[in-house]
């Protein structure tokens, strides 16, 4: 414990840094790079589309040694780049939605996980994703980066923890919980969060957190798994939560992640530990997430 908080204490105090995910054109990749680090921002890593990977990697690694530089499916912007934190790509990787699923984002503004989720399952038929969030004018930026990215949702703005504001009842096959949370995990990009949390705004939401949990378990499938993820690195909103929840409700098993997910990065690069707490460090922000799955 006191390592773990020492590595918390170094990396949420250091600048961010700013994964750079790539799509075709390398050169065009390498320019954003170098524009960037002039900029004071440091870029770790590059992901390829599968079909440009092959011979772009030696390219790259060649003229930027100190990137990682891996294959895999993308998350895209305007058909050029995206800009999302390492760790919060695992949601879409460890949800892994099949083609044709019935998806539920909740919490989903301002849209990098819904957008990851229709991307990686972009095989027909697509996915039914439904996108909800209770701020209209954070939906909206939803709406405009789907848009940008030519991919497609539908949007209700809505409190997820209000099941008759916009549940069809129709069970669905995966749901990403990303609950409201302290944002612990997250002030190197956002230093305010040290100053203007307190105390009590973590018990009040752990019990947002935990109602929202509750309410939508009554929405997955049986044989569906829900994703419940916060920026946190508090237990109280995390690994309590969860245990709690499990304490409570037959028929919910929570999956080891620890081995279940392959990012396709070099070796390491995003250990997640065996309750799921992903600590920050020079990859990634400090992240948690549980994987449960309905039995009956």
Sequence with gaps: MPQAIAQIDEYL?????????????????????????????????????????????????AQLPHVIVSAGTVLTLADLHAVQDAGAQLAAL????????????????????TGHLLEMAAESPPLELLAIDSDRRRLTRVDDNLTRLGLRANLKTADA????????????????????????GVTRRHPDIKWIRRETDIFALA???????????????????????TCSVF????????AQFLGKTPGARQINIDQ???????P?????????????????????????EKTG
Aim: proline share 6%; charged share 15%; net charge negative.
């Design 13 to 61: 105090s250091q600048a961010p840094v700013l994964p750079v995910l790539a799509v075709d054109d390398v050169p065009q990749a390498i320019a954003l790079v170098t524009a960037l680090a002039e900029a004071g921002l440091l870029v770790v890593e590059i992901t390829l589309r599968t079909a440009a990977a092959v011979p772009a990697i030696a390219a790259i690694r």
């Design 94 to 113: 460890l949800l892994a939605p099949a083609a044709g699923s019935r998806v539920l984002d909740a919490c989903a503004a301002p849209g990098g996980k």
């Design 161 to 184: 923890s209000k099941l008759d504001e916009w549940w069809d009842g129709k069970p669905f096959d995966r749901i990403l919980l990303d609950v409201p949370c302290s944002g612990s």
């Design 207 to 229: 019990r947002q957190q935990a109602r929202l949990l509750s309410v939508l378990w009554q929405c997955l499938n049986i044989g569906g798994q829900l994703l419940y993820a």
């Design 235 to 242: 237990r109280a909103e995390n690994q309590d939560i969860i």
């Design 260 to 266: 279940s997910i392959s990012t396709g990065r070099e």
């Design 268 to 292: 390491d690069a995003i250990p997640i530990l065996s309750d799921g707490q992903l600590l920050p460090n020079h990859i990634h922000d400090g992240f948690f997430y549980a994987l449960l």
